[in-house]
């Protein structure tokens, strides 16, 4: 790995690393400025909480309801305990649509759609998965009202990329830069004023089991793809996530 920047997590499930406390410590060395934690249900969004509120001012909770998680017995359940908890975190997520879920289309947007409404209520940023259903979800984020959302790990259509970017919105670069030309061709459009980086730790991107010091790794494979030099990106992209989650 080259030279650490100061980088900024923005989408990391700490919840989900055996030793949270170990990774976080592992950032603050290797030269993170701060680690955005989202959370998926109740249970994760519990501990995303606590993990948030054991590091003040380096790790900051996001809260959410991952459409892999919906389930319908506790949809008002999770939706009121996002609502409670939701102005004590700097965003809401994970949030979204996957068409390739188990759960209906209509009963993800339906979720979605309250998720949204809350999320606008407390003036939050939403941290938008939408995996196979980019348009869908960007309409539905635009006409909920929202004024900040990322379109996390963004892989869509190209053509996309400039009506996101015009609405203020960020979309997010990932270690799979490493080996996704679909990835790399996206975040290469993606204007530096709209482009955060991530690591969506624990998640295993063929050799590497993400951490989020390896935000240091989708760094310097964004200054590759965008062909700009990583101290620029790590110093707009920090200063956009600033920006997003009010850091």
């Known amino acids: 790995m080259k030279k650490s920047l100061p980088v900024i997590d923005t989408h990391a499930h700490l919840d989900e690393l055996p030793d949270a406390e170990g990774a976080i410590s592992e950032a603050r060395d290797g030269g993170l400025a701060a680690i955005v934690a989202v959370g998926q249900d109740i249970p994760s969004n519990r501990k995303t909480l606590e993990i948030a509120g054991r590091n003040p001012g380096f790790v900051f909770a996001a809260i959410g309801y991952h459409?892999?998680?919906?389930n319908a017995e506790n949809f008002e359940e999770t939706l009121s305990c996002i609502d409670t908890n939701?102005?004590?975190?700097?965003?809401?997520g994970e949030v979204g649509l996957d068409y390739k879920a188990k759960t209906k289309k209509k009963i993800q947007k339906a979720v979605f759609q309250q998720l949204l409404a809350i999320a606008e209520?407390?003036?939050?940023?939403?941290i938008v998965h939408c995996r196979y259903v980019h348009e869908t979800a960007y309409r539905m984020v635009k006409e909920a009202g929202l004024k900040k959302a990322v379109f996390h790990w963004y892989s869509g259509p190209l053509d996309l990329i400039p009506l996101i970017a015009a609405d203020g919105y960020y979309m997010s670069a990932t270690p799979a830069?490493?080996?996704?030309?679909?990835?790399?061709e996206a975040i290469?459009?993606?204007?530096l004023s709209n482009l955060l980086l991530e690591t969506d730790a624990p998640v295993q991107y063929q050799e590497l089991?993400?951490?989020?010091?390896?935000?240091?790794?989708?760094?310097?494979?964004?200054?590759?793809?965008?062909?700009?030099?990583?101290e620029e990106i790590a110093a707009r992209s920090t200063e956009n996530a600033r920006a997003c989650f009010g850091l």
């Open 209 to 230: 089991a993400a951490r989020p010091v390896h935000v240091q790794i989708t760094l310097q494979e964004a200054a590759r793809v965008k062909g700009v030099a990583a």
């Open 67 to 70: 459409p892999w998680r919906l």
């Open 121 to 126: 209520k407390h003036d939050k940023p939403v």
């Open 177 to 184: 830069l490493l080996y996704n030309p679909y990835h790399a």
């Open 188 to 191: 290469k459009a993606v204007p």
């Open 86 to 92: 939701l102005p004590n975190c700097v965003a809401m």
